[in-house]
């Protein structure tokens, strides 16, 4: 694979509008970010650029029949919010490596909080045009990525393994305010719309890791096992009736 290029090269080469060059350049502050982070970190991040844009040049979907959170580049009003989100998921994600490895997400997640990052990417967004609705949405997709970056790792029986990933989105509250979960009598609801929404996230974030880990032996097989799981999840939520229950009781048959 090869020593992955500087992210400054990467972005200059890769990306063909001079707007999204610029969005690129605003959120990575990278003279400063590399420094803290150190090399090892650093050389990951620019392999999950590098994916990144691989991604987002690729006409071909990460899982058939889902929604594609990031446009081609340089294609679509999308981009507006799903670029700054998924480059501010990849400059937060793993700061919290460089303390504890097996804990890395958590404490990335919590420092979104304490160090008040989400803070400084909401400023860094509205420098960017976005209103405060697309502002908030951006920043709870964040944060809930940064929980979930490697949930395909999570492996318990076959059989229970899409109702385990499902009760464990569900229990993050982020994931809750992403789906918009209320109750109205006695009923626990979800937005459909979010749900296929959060899939697609969660099929691109997947694709990303996949992608950028070193020496990765069949890509293509490990990411179709896990995209039928997100395809079983995506059914479950279409026969759910937009109900939380129904939709727990759908993916445990």
């Not at 650029?49 to 340089?74: F, H, K, N, Q, T």
């Not at 944060?143 to 395909?152: A, G």
């Amino acid at each position: 694979m090869g020593e992955p290029r500087p992210i400054g090269e990467l972005v200059d080469k890769s990306l063909g509008s001079k707007r999204l060059r610029d969005e690129v350049r605003l959120v990575r502050l990278r003279l400063v970010w590399e420094e803290v982070v150190g090399g090892s970190l650093a050389r990951r991040t620019r392999r999950k650029l590098a994916a990144i844009l691989d991604l987002a040049r690729s006409e071909e979907p990460v899982c058939e029949g889902l929604d594609e959170p990031l446009p081609l580049l340089g294609q679509g009003a999308q981009g507006a919010t799903a670029w700054p989100t998924c480059l501010g998921w990849l400059f937060t994600h793993n700061l919290g490596h460089m303390i504890d490895e097996a804990s890395g997400a958590q404490i990335s997640r919590s420092w979104l909080d304490e160090w008040l990052l989400g803070k400084i990417l909401a400023g860094t967004f509205q420098d960017l045009g976005m209103d405060q609705g697309m502002r908030q949405r951006a920043l709870v997709t964040i944060k809930l990525l940064v929980t979930h970056q490697r949930w395909f790792e999570v492996q318990p029986a076959a059989e229970a393994w899409a109702y385990h990933i499902l009760t464990t989105w569900l229990a993050d509250r982020d994931v809750q305010q992403f789906l918009q979960v209320n109750r109205y009598q006695d009923v626990l609801w979800f937005n459909q719309e979010s749900f296929d929404e959060l899939l697609g996230w969660m099929g691109w974030v997947m694709a990303v890791q996949l992608r950028s880990d070193p020496g990765p032996a069949a890509v293509a097989q490990a990411q179709r096992a896990h995209c039928e799981i997100l395809e079983r999840l995506q059914q479950a939520a279409q026969a759910s009736e937009f109900q939380v229950e129904k939709l727990l009781d759908e993916v445990k048959k």
